[in-house]
T-cell receptor
């Protein structure tokens, strides 16, 4: 059974650019959630996808968008990057909320 | 809106001590509570998942308890070791959306 895989592991972008982060969910999981974690903070919920549809969204602007594919893998896209977008981005997959979440190792995004 | 608080924010102890980490939440209508470990700059590793109908879960030297009525969970670490040094995060899933809300974590250092 494979876990959650995220790519890339590290990324440096310039303010104003666009970025795409990728996540492969754990085998058998159909729900993917994305979190942003700033240094010293707990993870903040961005959005969740269930069977290719957005199933919930946190307090993030529309320039944060996502996709889920038929194989349940997912992408997080961020447009018009700002310095404050620098953070660890975490992807988590699950079957339903009652089974708990499995997290990937994260993508460290630095915006300069 | 669910709010999760973890106390203490940081803890430094000598090896061998038994530890208690605390997590409190404001909305007792939860589905489950999950404890995670996070090493610096890394993703989250699930330690224990407690369903709303359960009172505690155990794994090795770790024991987590849940008291929904008081909105509290504790993570007990027996005979702490330097390898236990990490940040411990509590996540509560509630509200019908199956989306976990995280605390800010407890940063633990166990010194030899």
């Amino acid at each position: 059974e494979t876990g959650v895989t995220q790519s890339p592991t590290h990324l440096i972008k310039t303010r104003g650019q666009q970025v795409t982060l990728r996540c492969s969910s754990q085998s058998g999981h159909n729900t993917v959630s994305w979190y942003q974690q700033a240094l010293g903070q707990g993870p903040q919920f961005i959005f969740q996808y269930y069977r290719e549809e957005e199933n919930g969204r946190g307090n993030f602007p529309p320039r944060f968008s996502g996709l889920q594919f038929p194989n349940y893998s997912s992408e997080l896209n961020v447009n018009a990057l700002e310095l404050d977008d620098s953070a660890l981005y975490l992807c988590a997959s699950s079957t339903t909320g009652s089974t708990g979440y499995t997290f990937g190792s994260g993508t460290r995004l630095t915006v300069v | 809106k669910q709010e999760v608080t973890q106390i203490p924010a940081a803890l430094s102890v000598p090896e061998g001590e038994n530890l208690v980490l605390n997590c409190s939440f404001t909305d007792s209508a939860i589905y489950n509570l999950q404890w995670f470990r996070q090493d610096p700059g890394k993703g989250l590793t699930s330690l224990l998942l407690i369903q709303s109908s359960q009172r505690e879960q155990t794994s090795g030297r770790l024991n987590a308890s849940l008291d929904k009525s008081s909105g509290r969970s504790t993570l007990y670490i027996a005979a702490s070791q330097p390898g236990d040094s990490a940040t411990y995060l509590c996540a509560v899933t509630s509200g019908g959306s199956y989306i976990p809300t995280f605390g800010r974590g407890t940063s633990l250092i166990v010194h030899p």
